[in-house]
């Protein structure tokens, strides 16, 4: 974990059971406090009770998927996440053309290995500007 960014909280919200623990396992083994959404209704209610630094968002999350929470946080007068990491698969193209009109700090392709979530997180939380990654889709938001 890098540091100064002990303090910083992480939202993981992804459908998928098994990585959302293997996630939680690897965040909160760099030192992050973490919580848990499985859907985008528990997305939004944590969010609003955890307020954290950093969400991971999948963009198939169920009840709104990626683009409906985003969609939902820009017109919430509480001040939004400082970081929002989307996930998704080459499959997932659509959803993730929808939520790329959101201010959203990074994007990766599934599979994505708990440890480089984690080295993800920490590399976004380090920096200033929270510039988009390199790896994002295709080497474009717009494909």
Not at 103 to 128: G, I
């Amino acid at each position: 974990m890098m540091a100064g960014t002990a303090s910083v909280s992480i939202l993981i919200a992804v459908p998928d059971p098994v990585l959302m623990a293997e996630y939680r396992t690897a965040l909160l083994y760099a030192g992050y406090p973490v919580g848990l959404a499985a859907d985008g209704i528990q997305c939004l209610r944590r969010i609003r009770e955890f307020r954290p630094g950093l969400i991971v968002l999948d963009v198939d999350l169920l009840w709104g998927g990626a683009d409906g929470v985003m969609d939902v946080l820009q017109d919430e007068p509480a001040e939004p996440p400082r970081s929002v990491l989307v996930i998704g698969s080459r499959g997932s193209r659509s959803a993730l053309y929808r939520v790329s009109r959101f201010a959203v700090t990074d994007y990766q392709l599934k599979p994505l290995s708990a440890q480089r979530l984690a080295r993800r997180v920490d590399d976004l939380l380090a920096s200033k500007c929270g510039a988009i990654s390199q790896d994002r889709i295709g080497g474009s938001r717009h494909e």
